[in-house]
């Protein structure tokens, strides 16, 4: 039975009308009077806030039904029918995608509610407003989309909006140069993403090629050909979540507003890979070895990011190494089919992400858009409300009891364990260890010891109220979202495993409660080693430290940026330039050439008749009024 209801449309439309708003009133202020901060915040901040209204009244819908007919559609038109390809401007709200709904627009609220105090003064304060509603309207249309059709044009939306908002600052050319780095290899993901819905739509999509018609044909797909779609559709996953080997991306986008990066790496562009592989469970789950190479990957990607956080300097690359390494901890939970760990895990890592980025944005405007860690210090007593906030987002970071993170990463773990992928739950236990260390690193440098830069010290304090009680809800989401989740170990029920089981296709493994035990306790063993280390390394105080050999390799990211430039990016602009070089002068030039001699051709015809002799355009005249008056003639008669 199909519930139709009109408003899931509503859902994204209030952002992007937010977004054409906003870009209207910014393209004014070039020729007239600029309007306010003020209205451009309240416009910025209605649709999102709305867009959060209608997705609680989805969820609340959708808990009312059924567990086994969750799932509202509306179908806005019929886009475009090509063969046996008809595609529906479709949306799908069911318990994963509902629960997608409600985080992404709450966090993107509660980060645009900050972006007002944040880029105040700002001279394109309108337009970032825009871009940021236009980011948040692509995210929840890659959400709802009802097929893997609808969901690409969100898809595509979200990775548009990062390349404007990471290069929002473009008179700083690095700032460009990231933003042109985020989308080519985007645009290299998402080549396996269409060439994966190519396979799919070949393989089983003329019955239908949304989402419901997907699943229940599901059956018609070979090994082989669901294996190759597998991989294909990860290829888009590894571009949009950064994961080996196109996660070069994201450490780069915190060159934008730290809005922005909180927005992307907790709520929008960097969830979507896992979203997309937990909504073809369907076919992963009958797919191992996709499934195998998924947690690998993942898993794989989680150490080397975290090797990777441990050396840097800039607060906001620690973050974004950590978004990397903490993406993998979902990819292996996807991977190993424990879908619905990998989901919730997204889910409180949104809310201590967000609350981390924020928080490191609290800091920089403090000190004045000094992101060195190093050149900071001693902040615990003048930013008291940021420094709890971050130290409540560190701990469920970290992945620390009873912090949210603890129990969505436990579960991966276990899941893991549980499944018998061994050697996946040993790295992954080492990351968590890893994931302390460079995390608490950075509380201790930022917050305790003494200040390195006295002059910025002096001038420190937290910042508004706009700013700092968006930290204060997201500490409380940090702090208790994990308990949504509730493992039996702990009496309770895996409420939000048990909401999204409609919408997956999963098992949940079991082992005796010793085993489950003896691994979280040594997770935790694992954890405090981690915290401790860094406390006696940076509790008191540590300078700028020199590095050298393996820590100067890591510093420098294993020089992967490096080695892409020389593989991949010079021989290709070699290549581009030598076939400039010969398209130009024969393909490029010859248009303007080819132009050039039709206008001379055209002048000497004309030159003819411009003798400059007053009689001579006398009789032009009058063989011109001849012709008009026996023209007339003709037409009374």
């Known amino acids: 039975m199909e519930h139709t209801v009109s408003y899931l449309g509503l859902i994204p439309l209030f952002p992007l009308l937010g977004a054409l708003i906003l870009g209207v009133m910014h393209i004014s202020t070039c020729t007239g009077k600029p309007f306010s901060e003020k209205l451009y915040g309240v416009l910025g901040c209605i649709g999102p806030v709305i867009s959060f209204i209608y997705a609680l009244i989805v969820y609340f819908q959708l808990k009312g039904m059924p567990a086994d007919s969750r799932f509202l559609i509306h179908d806005a038109f019929t886009w475009f029918s090509v063969g046996d390809l008809h595609i529906t401007m479709g949306f799908l709200a069911d318990p994963l995608s509902s629960l997608m709904l409600v985080f992404v627009t709450f966090i993107g609220s509660l980060i645009h509610i900050y972006s007002v105090g944040y880029m105040s003064g700002d001279e394109n304060f309108g337009k970032f407003f825009s871009y940021m509603n236009l980011f948040l309207g692509s995210m929840l249309i890659l959400v709802l989309g009802s097929g893997p059709v609808v969901m690409f044009v969100g898809w595509e939306g979200v990775g548009l909006c990062s390349y404007l908002l990471i290069s929002f600052y473009c008179k700083d050319t690095d700032n460009v140069l990231a933003g042109n780095k985020a989308f080519i290899v985007n645009r290299i993901g998402d080549l396996g993403f269409v060439l994966g819905m190519a396979f799919l739509f070949w393989a089983i999509g003329a019955s239908g090629f949304d989402y419901l018609s997907l699943r229940e044909n599901s059956h018609l797909l070979t090994p082989g050909i ?90 906001k690359k620690i973050l974004a190494y950590s978004t990397v390494s903490q993406l993998g901890y979902m990819f292996a939970g996807v991977g190993v089919a424990a879908y619905s760990a990998g989901i919730f895990h997204v889910f409180t890592h949104a809310f201590f992400k967000a609350l981390l980025f924020l928080g490191a944005g609290s800091v920089i405007y403090a000190l004045h858009h000094q992101q060195n860690i190093w050149k900071m210090g001693g902040l615990k007593e003048k930013m008291p409300k940021t420094y709890w906030s971050m130290l409540i987002g560190a701990l469920a970071l970290a992945g620390f009891p009873p912090f949210s993170g603890f129990f969505s990463k436990d579960e991966i773990l276990f899941s893991a364990l549980a499944s ?76 939000v495993s048990h909401w999204l089981a409609p919408s997956l296709v999963e098992h949940h493994p079991h082992t005796s409660l010793t085993v489950e035990l003896l691994a ?45 430039n020389t593989v991949f990016v010079q021989p290709y602009k070699a290549i581009g330039s030598v076939i400039w070089k010969s398209l130009e002068p024969n393909v490029t030039d010859i248009h303007v050439k080819v132009s050039s001699w039709l206008y001379r051709k055209a002048g000497t015809g004309f030159k003819i008749f411009q003798v400059g002799y007053v009689r001579v355009y006398a009789v032009y005249m009058v063989i011109g009024l001849s012709i008009i008056s026996l023209l007339l003639s003709q037409s009374l008669n």
Request: proline letters at 5%; glycine letters at 10%; hydrophobic letters at 55%.
């Open 420 to 495: 018998g992928h061994t050697g996946i739950w040993f790295i992954g236990v080492a990351v968590a260890g890893i994931t302390a260390y460079y995390t608490f690193r950075l509380i201790f440098v930022v917050f305790h010891g003494q200040p390195r830069d006295k002059k910025a010290f002096d001038h420190a304090e937290d910042a508004p109220a706009v700013m700092t009680i968006p930290l204060m809800v997201l500490a409380f989401g940090a702090l208790c979202a994990g308990f949504l989740n509730l493992p039996g170990i702990f009496g309770g029920n895996l409420n």
């Open 520 to 564: 979280m306790a040594l997770t935790i063993a694992i954890i405090v080693t981690g915290i401790v280390i860094a406390y006696k390394k940076f509790a008191s105080g540590a300078e700028e430290p020199e590095y050298t050999g393996f820590a100067k390799f890591a510093y420098n990211k294993f020089y992967v940026d490096e080695l892409y």
């Open 226 to 315: 669901g294996l190759v779609v597998c991989l294909l559709l990860f290829v888009g996953a590894c571009g949009k979540s950064a994961q080996i080997p196109l996660y070069v991306w994201l450490p780069d986008a915190m060159a934008g507003p730290t809005p922005v990066s909180a927005l992307i790496h907790a709520a929008t562009m960097v969830t979507a890979g896992v979203y997309m592989v937990a909504r073809f469970s369907f076919i992963y789950a009958h797919v191992p070895v996709a499934g195998a190479v998924v947690a690998w990957i993942g898993i794989l990607t989680a150490l080397l990011a975290a090797i990777f956080g441990m050396f840097q300097h800039d607060i």
